[in-house]
């Protein structure tokens, strides 16, 4: 008879033979691995690995620094000079033309509206502009509209179709209008995509303005741009009037922002046939936009009519700067404001509120609160689960999702994945408190008799 030993051939003995020695030398990288990270420096008395780690850390900052020397050294510019630069606006100016960047950015993309239109009673997906529309994935059924609805789409591009030419266009002679998307839902789409257009352009103006305005603010100490500065207050252009114009700058580029979301927002359609449509992740770019120029806008006015005492900020900083590197205060540090981070990235999908988290752990570290640290571990824990809920929701094939959809489910992975984290930081944070003797900040009972409670101002 057949026995099982006769069934086995070289070949399966060679691919067995084969897999038992990359699993064998996997295995041997795992216990080189453990044994880096376990064994000790004698000298040092710190972990290898951390040595390695730092080793290469400032290996790495070296470099940098050397580049930024070479930069400098070919545009001229002295680290004296660099050090004359206010701080403040030179950040905003930086932000400012990541802003213009994102704007430039939304308005050509067709992530600006998600719908279901009908063709002879075929559903199809398409994804609108502020100009055209394409159907389905990559426009791979825009061909459709001009086969089977005869439509001159105004395009060379066949993924695309003008919405002005869908607005024009009548349906098929003895057609069933029930069976079509109506024309008038693309001229409400047209008129919606050419107002917000008219307003994104004209918003561009102030928008190159708080690029270039904010940035000669931040060098006016330096060299050539103090010149010109001052021969410009000569002229009667106070340094308050420059001020005030580079404030009306950011109102305006604001203000522009706010009223092409409203106006493209009140102007759309209910729906495209089937369903109704969604804002997409180009209109969340703009959204996005807004936030930051909301940010960094009032930081700057603050900044510029001395609203502010950027006392505790310093302080904050400094506290941030001189924490260990491998800490985990410094891990906490840095793991708030990566979170920080993906929350307002996640503004292009909706407006993300709890970024509060992330305020209310920061203040935690910072005034060292005890009622703060209890407030973040229950609520974020409570957000956790919801997010598991939301997680099992989630459709497991991202084949399926748009392009903006991938980038924010991807950030919505990574803030789960980082408020497990966070809350393992903290329990660290605790005990690397108790064993430096560090304490928590109380605070003081109310010893007046009688005395109602206060909400603190």
Known sequence: GFSCAEGITGADMAETSSASGKAGAIVDKLKGVAQRVLIKNPETGSYVI??????????????????????????????????????????????????NLLLIFSRYNTGWVKGFMKIDGK???AYVSLMAVELGEGGTDTWRLREEMGVDCGTADGEYCMLSSLCLASLPEGA?????????????????????????????????GTMFLTLLFAAKEIGKVGTYLSKAESQGITMTI??????????????????????????????????LITLEASFGVVRLSFLLVSIFG??????????????????????FAETPLFSAKKALYLELMLQMCCYLLMFVDKVQWELLLVVICAYYVDAKVH?????????????????????????????????????????FMTVLTLKVIILGTIYLY??????????????????VEGREDEIAE
């Open 176 to 208: 069933d209008p029930r069976t079509y998307t109506p024309p008038k839902a693309w001229c409400a789409l047209e008129e919606a995509g050419t107002l917000a257009q008219t307003l994104l352009w004209l918003g561009f103006i102030p928008g190159v």
């Open 298 to 319: 009032a930081l700057l006015i603050v900044s510029l009519f001395d609203m502010w005492r950027a006392d505790g900020f310093i302080e904050a900083w400094m506290e």
């Open 123 to 125: 559903v199809y997906e």
């Open 242 to 275: 420059q001020k005030y114009v580079i404030s009306v700058c950011w109102i305006s580029l604001w203000a522009f922002l706010l009223v092409s979301m409203v106006a493209y927002a009140a102007a759309l359609p209910d729906g495209l046939g089937v369903g």
């Open 430 to 447: 605790e005990k690397e408190t108790e064993a430096s003797g560090g304490a928590w900040r109380s605070f003081p009972a109310d010893d």
């Open 371 to 411: 009622n703060f640290m209890l407030m973040y571990v229950v609520l974020s824990s409570a957000s956790i689960l919801f997010d598991l809920v939301e997680l099992c929701f989630m459709p497991q094939d991202w084949e399926k999702y748009t392009p903006g959809q991938t980038f924010t489910h991807g950030l």
């Open 50 to 99: 951390l040595d390695e780690a730092k080793e290469k850390y400032h290996a790495l900052a070296t470099r940098g620094s050397n580049l930024s020397r070479s930069v400098l050294d070919k545009t001229g510019i002295s680290p004296e000079d660099l050090s004359k630069v206010h701080r403040v606006p030179a950040l905003v100016a930086f932000a400012a033309i990541i802003i």
